[in-house]
């Protein structure tokens, strides 16, 4: 069993589904798909949870039209046979009506989770019926009946096996089983996500529920690049990464995976493959335990990002003063990121500011307090990156750029900086430069 995801660019155009259909065609054996929405509706359902919430019915209604016009039209494009067009049209009708009837509900995080799930359900339903428009035996699955996670950052994956076993037992075994991506039930059997992005985390914790022998995404773009391509001219694909250096770079912001994507099949140590749905032939990436180069690899940067600095006048080691610390942290259930002390000052850093104010009140006590918002880590990462010589070079980043602090050590495997998130950018190029590009002089 293999589980392969693709993105909402994969599925985004009518030629790119024809794409997708091709590349399983292409593949034996069993497979179970992930699917995201069409690119731009999830940004369009958001938007309509917000005017649910400004009970605005005219915005609406229209969201609901646009909806309908992008999917009734992708059904005509792709399913010629009449009686599936109109049968698939019909099923994503349902699905808009229970979008309207949700509409009318005041907002909650229930009817957000609801709202923003649904492109994934309504192109699970038009790529099903166009599969089966071209005669590829599949099964629509609904991913709510089996992707129970209540726990965010370490899914029962064991829990999720059992149920899609359930759901599929007695059913004739299709090759093709497709499900939506970023949907889960929570703790408490309500409908949730998985956070934005989250398909990607979906295909991991399914691989790792089912035991694949592999899992793939499917995106736009040929394999996971040594720097962020958005930002970054002369990229490129890297072959291989391993579990720990792919983790380490989602979590600090690659866009390309979800930074809680690598976890689950870390643990049964399951490859996965980065690969382009619009260049199949082409190798992509692929994660795994299994290194064959060490040293510098690639770069990440992860926004948002919050530094905290205690400065106190008693002796910042003395015994017990960073529990103390620290505890404040655990008791708001806010993770730390970076760290950096000096004799009489501690900084750290932030992503989840949720509870912001209640951490300074209880840190006021420990010393004189500063928060600088609006900056980003930037991580570099590498099997054994800071035994390699040329890794110095970033240093020199210093002669240009401001670095609010250095996290080096920690691994050996791992460097990041953070700098004002106006300066992201430039720091990115120029690590490109000095890192990665061959004719760059040292001097
Ligand atoms: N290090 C990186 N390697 C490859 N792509 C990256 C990287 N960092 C950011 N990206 C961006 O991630 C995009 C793919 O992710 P995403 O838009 O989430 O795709 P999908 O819609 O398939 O889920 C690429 O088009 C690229 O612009
Ligand atoms: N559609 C959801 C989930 C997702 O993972 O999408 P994509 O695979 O296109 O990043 C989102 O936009 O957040």
Redesign the pocket.
């Known amino acids: 069993m293999k589980v392969l995801k693709?993105?909402?660019?994969?599925v985004g155009s009518v030629a790119s589904i024809v794409n997708v259909k091709n590349i399983l065609k292409a593949k034996t054996g069993k497979k179970v798909l992930v699917l995201?929405a069409m690119?731009g509706v999830t940004n369009k359902l958001v938007e309509l949870t917000k005017m649910i919430e400004a009970k605005n019915n005219t915005e609406i209604a229209e969201i609901i039209a646009e909806l309908k016009y992008k999917h009734d039209s992708t059904i005509d494009a792709l399913i010629q046979d009449e009686a599936l067009n109109v049968s698939t049209k019909e099923l994503v009708q349902n699905i808009l009506n229970e979008l309207r009837e949700i509409s009318k509900r005041n907002y909650s995080e229930t009817v957000y989770a609801k709202v923003v799930t649904t492109g994934e359900r309504m192109l699970t339903t038009v790529f099903s019926g166009f599969l089966t428009s071209c005669d590829m035996e599949n099964k629509l699955l609904d991913a709510k009946d089996f992707m129970h996670v209540a726990n965010l950052e370490n899914p029962d994956t064991g829990l999720v096996g059992k149920k899609f076993r359930e759901s599929t037992a007695g059913l004739q075994q299709p090759d093709i089983y497709i499900t939506q991506g970023f949907v889960r039930i929570d703790g408490n059997g309500s409908v949730s996500t998985l956070n934005r992005?989250g398909?990607?985390y979906s295909a991991t914790i399914l691989a790792a529920a089912l035991e694949a022998s592999e899992a793939q995404?499917?995106?736009?773009?040929d394999?996971?690049?040594?720097?962020?391509?958005?930002y970054v001219e002369n990229?490129h694909?890297l072959a291989e990464l391993s579990f720990e250096e792919a983790a380490e770079?989602a979590y600090f912001g690659?866009?390309?995976l979800h930074p809680q994507t690598i976890s689950p099949v870390i643990k049964k140590q399951i490859p996965l493959f980065l690969k382009n749905t619009f260049t199949p032939e082409l190798p992509g990436t692929k994660i795994s335990s299994e290194i064959h180069s060490r040293g510098l690899k690639?770069i990440?940067a992860k926004d948002g990002i919050t530094a905290i600095k205690i400065k106190s006048n008693r002796m910042l080691m003395a015994h017990g003063f960073l529990k103390k610390i620290f505890e404040v942290f655990d008791t708001y259930e806010t993770a730390i990121d970076m760290i950096t002390t000096s004799e009489i000052a501690i900084s750290l850093t932030i992503d989840n500011t949720k509870n912001l104010d209640k951490i300074l009140a209880e840190l006021n006590v420990c010393g004189e307090i500063t928060v600088e918002k609006d900056h980003s880590i930037i991580c570099i990462v590498g099997e054994g990156l800071i035994e390699d010589k040329d890794t110095s070079r970033l240093f020199e980043l210093l002669n240009d750029i401001p670095v609010r602090m250095i996290s080096y050590g920690g691994s050996a495997n791992n460097i990041s900086l953070l700098v004002a998130t106006e300066n992201k950018i430039q720091t990115l190029q120029a690590l490109n430069r000095k890192l990665f590009e061959k004719e760059y002089e040292f001097v």
Request: aromatic fraction near 10%.
């Open positions: 693709f993105g909402g660019t994969s995201s690119a992005g398909s990607d995404i499917w995106t736009d773009i394999g996971f690049h040594n720097n962020d391509p958005r990229t694909a770079l690659a866009k390309i690639a990440s």
